[in-house]
């Protein structure tokens, strides 16, 4: 019986032992996640309302809610995101619909790491407005409102539908950051 394990060892577990020891051992390197999304192609949008803007091919437009004319939802379904699109018709109401528009911004302080607020500014086409770039786990990364201080007001927000983790949306929300910013450049007023 002796002999039956050394045998064994010899021919079995000395060879696995023996071979088994070369070369260094190294940890596994860290990968990290690389999304990728395509160049964006925009095209313009006219709608039956009294403004129109450039979208993102990806996205779907779909109207926001019966009641509420002229509002609309751009869908991104691959990264699970919404951009919602509200107008406001001004009518000696253009400080509310301010105040209410950086309210809805600052509502993500609480769970923002920081709020950068950029004034935008199109003469041309008589449109001003803020846009807001909120970094951390807030539920909404970016946001915006433009008004030609008259008769039109719009505030636009993305939203993930996803539980929001600054690291890990934070390519889509770079992408859709850029494109609400493309929407907020082209609208024009009718």
């Given at each position: 019986m002796r002999n039956k394990i050394v045998?064994?060892?010899l021919v079995v577990c000395a060879p696995v032992v023996f071979f088994s020891c070369g070369g260094?051992?190294?940890?596994k390197p860290k990968g990290m996640l690389r999304l990728s999304y395509p160049?964006?192609?925009?095209r313009e949008v006219l709608l039956p309302c009294s403004y129109s803007f450039e979208k993102n091919d990806l996205s779907e437009l779909y109207p926001a809610r019966r009641n509420q004319q002229c509002w609309y939802n751009l869908e991104y379904k691959k990264m699970r995101a919404t951009m919602y699109i509200s107008y406001y018709q001004v009518n000696n109401n253009l400080d509310s619909l301010l105040r209410d528009a950086q309210n809805l911004t600052q509502e993500h302080v609480v769970k923002a790491d920081g709020i950068i607020q950029t004034p935008f500014e199109n003469k041309k086409n008589n449109v001003y407005g803020v846009f807001y770039e909120v970094s951390g786990n807030a539920a909404s990364p970016s946001q915006f409102y433009v008004t030609d201080s008259i008769n039109h007001f719009i505030v636009g927000s993305m939203y993930f539908k996803v539980k929001p983790n600054y690291d890990s949306i934070l390519p889509a929300a770079n992408y859709l950051r850029n494109?609400?910013?493309h929407?907020?450049?082209t609208i024009n007023w009718r």
């Open positions: 045998r064994f060892f260094e051992v190294l940890p160049e964006s192609k925009y494109d609400m910013m929407l907020m450049e």
